[in-house]
């Protein structure tokens, strides 16, 4: 474990690779001892930082829940991390490229409470039970920390590489389709790049959810109800750049597109 001072000067040195825009040297080489738990530390005092700034959080996303992500990143289990009000777009929208370092973007589905989890012992049907909506949305990747040879402690520490999402198409309730069955065509400036299912997902995109709200419980928190909760993503991220055009289509619930500018 890591002692305060160093999760403080790790979590301030994250905050000043948002600013400028320049990752840092792996932290796992740098902190070998470093555990899952110390990068759950610094992730939260980085969240502070920025609520300091005046940000306000308004949901969570979950990240490394499909085989897809799991073998694109070598990386097992399921890490989350905190989305902010000014990283919620919305589609058709023009995304500044440089705002971010090693854009990708991602094929999700996002929930939107209506009633909080408050863990442990959260199942998938309290997490269909408490869910208001559930929407298309595209995940837009950032990196603060440099990506070759990242484990899940430099991920979680860089809040699961979370840098925005795009939400769009038909919001609708959670029984009202097959959730394991919603589908998606990612295209890239008008081809085809990846393909996928929500089953992708921990075998049904609530689980993700559900493990969320038991998984944040450990760390003294919970889910509240109007939060936006990103489920995971069910295609392998795709690289972009800028003048790219992002448009995925999710059948009978519509499409979210985004240009990188």
């Not at 040297?25 to 070998?32: C, D, F, G, K």
């Not at 094929?107 to 559930?134: C, H, Q, R, S, W």
């Not at 959730?179 to 065509?185: C, G």
Request: hydrophobic content about 40%; glycine content about 8%; charged content about 25%.
């Amino acid at each position: 474990m890591l002692d305060a001072k160093t999760i403080e000067a790790i979590a301030d040195e994250l905050v000043e690779a948002g600013r400028s825009r320049t990752p840092v040297p792996r932290l796992t080489a740098r902190y070998p001892e470093m555990t899952v738990e110390d990068s759950y530390a610094v992730q939260l005092l980085w969240r502070r930082r920025k609520e300091e700034d005046g940000r306000t959080l308004v949901g969570r996303k979950i990240g490394l829940t499909s085989k897809a992500m799991q073998d694109a990143t070598g990386i097992t289990e399921p890490d989350y991390g905190a989305i902010f009000d000014d990283m919620v777009l919305e589609t058709g929208c023009s995304v500044e490229w440089d705002q971010y370092t090693h854009p990708r973007v991602e094929v999700e589905l996002a929930f939107v409470l209506k009633d909080g989890l408050k863990g442990p012992g959260v199942t998938i049907f309290d997490v269909l039970n408490a869910t208001d909506y559930v929407v298309p949305a595209l995940e837009i990747l950032d990196s603060r920390i440099e990506m070759e040879g990242r484990t899940i402690v430099d991920t979680i520490s860089d809040n699961a590489a979370m840098g925005a999402m795009v939400i769009g198409g038909r919001p609708v309730k959670p029984d009202a389709v097959d959730l394991r069955w919603v589908s998606a065509i990612l295209y890239k400036n008008q081809t085809v790049e990846e393909t996928g299912v929500a089953a992708g997902v921990l075998d049904h995109p609530a689980n993700g959810v559900h493990w969320l709200a038991n998984k944040v419980a450990a760390h003294g928190d919970s889910l509240k109800a109007g939060d936006i909760i990103l489920a995971g993503s069910f295609t392998r991220p795709l690289w972009v750049y800028k003048g790219d055009t992002v448009h995925a289509d999710y059948g009978p619930l519509g499409s979210v597109t985004c240009r990188f500018e």
